[in-house]
């Protein structure tokens, strides 16, 4: 986050800093990544949800080549880095 020398960067990375050493912090901890944090359960619910709504574009799009190397670009990336994902959604 530091070597992109934004502003905004710069404090998402002393927001890290205080949700590892110091305590919690919501605006670091959401996300849509499955983990441990949130549970199992909840993880499930997460997974079942998003197969119930999107099951078949979602196998069309792992079947497919080119959208399934986007999907691990986008993998490679923390999904709270926007301009992160924001750079790989545009190059692909």
């Known amino acids: 986050l530091l070597a992109r020398g934004s502003s905004e960067d710069a404090l998402f990375a002393a927001l890290f800093l205080v949700h590892a050493l110091v305590r919690p912090c919501a605006v670091v901890a959401s996300d849509i990544n499955p983990s441990w944090e949130k549970g199992v359960v909840r993880n499930l619910q997460e997974f079942k949800t998003m197969t119930d709504c999107c099951g078949p574009q979602i196998a069309a799009a792992l079947s497919d080549p080119k959208t399934k190397s986007a999907i691990d670009a986008l993998n490679a990336v923390d999904l ?3 301009v992160g994902s924001y750079r790989v ?3 692909n």
């Open 80 to 82: 709270r880095d926007q």
């Open 89 to 91: 959604i545009v190059s």
